[in-house]
T-cell receptor, first 116, second 113 residues
Framework: DAGVIQSPRHEVTEMGQEVTLRCKPI?????LFWYRQTMMRGLELLIY????????DSGMPEDRFSAKMPNASFSTLKIQPSEPRDSAVYFC??????????????FGPGTRLLVL | GENVEQHPSTLSVQEGDSAVIKCTYS??????FPWYKQELGKRPQLIID?????GEKKDQRIAVTLNKTAKHFSLHITETQPEDSAVYFC????????????FGAGTRLTVKP
């Protein structure tokens, strides 16, 4: 398996532009997570999906952020309009839930976003 | 919700010495505790994990201990090597809801040759 795939790996954009980040989870995983990592705030959970359904989006900073998972193999995180404070590394992770235990989350390589 | 605290935030050791990183969690329902290593510019990668039905787990130079009563768990790295230098994150997960994994703030470990 190729692991969790994210694209693009790097994104530089100007303030006000729309940014779309993409993620392909590991095949067979039924949970997908979006995280944001910054020096100041560390790893923050933004939103997670179970079987393509958003379960908890309480970590989404504001209405400019939205996430979708149209099918089991694809998810997007969209920022519109983008702002300089959105600059961060965005990680996607996936896992599966077996019996009563949460299984390991596997992280993608991340998208390094810079908003000028 | 769960709250995870991690100490120290930075740790510098001499090559060959041991390193210990400690985490505490708040929700006694948490039952899964992974540790991730993140090298500069790379993704967090799982290095070891422990579930609440065991108190200790070892994998070569790495070990994790769990004290459920005190709600703390620790990562122990023995015979440290320069390639162990990275940021280490602990996390705690609550069962059954499938996902509520909270990460500590991270510890930057530097192993000096």
């Amino acid at each position: 398996d190729a692991g969790v795939i994210q694209s693009p790996r790097h994104e530089v954009t100007e303030m006000g532009q729309e940014v779309t980040l993409r993620c392909k989870p590991i095949s067979g995983h039924d949970y997908l997570f979006w995280y944001r990592q910054t020096m100041m705030r560390g790893l923050e959970l933004l939103i997670y999906f179970n079987n393509n359904v958003p379960i908890d989006d309480s970590g989404m900073p504001e209405d400019r952020f939205s996430a979708k998972m149209p099918n089991a193999s694809f998810s997007t995180l969209k920022i519109q309009p983008s702002e300089p404070r959105d600059s961060a590394v965005y990680f996607c992770a996936s896992s599966f839930f077996a019996r009563e235990y949460q299984e390991t989350q596997y992280f993608g390589p991340g998208t390094r976003l810079l908003v000028l | 919700g769960e709250n995870v605290e991690q100490h120290p935030s930075t740790l510098s050791v001499q090559e060959g010495d041991s390193a210990v990183i400690k985490c505490t969690y708040s929700d006694s329902a948490s039952n899964y505790f992974p540790w991730y290593k993140q090298e500069l510019g790379k993704r967090p990668q799982l290095i070891i994990d422990i579930r609440s039905n065991v108190g200790e787990k070892k994998d070569q130079r790495i070990a994790v201990t769990l004290n459920k009563t005190a709600k703390h768990f620790s990562l122990h790295i023995t015979e440290t090597q320069p390639e162990d230098s990275a940021v280490y994150f602990c996390a705690a997960s609550i069962p059954l809801d499938g996902s509520d994994m909270r990460f500590g703030a991270g510890t930057r470990l530097t192993v000096k040759p």
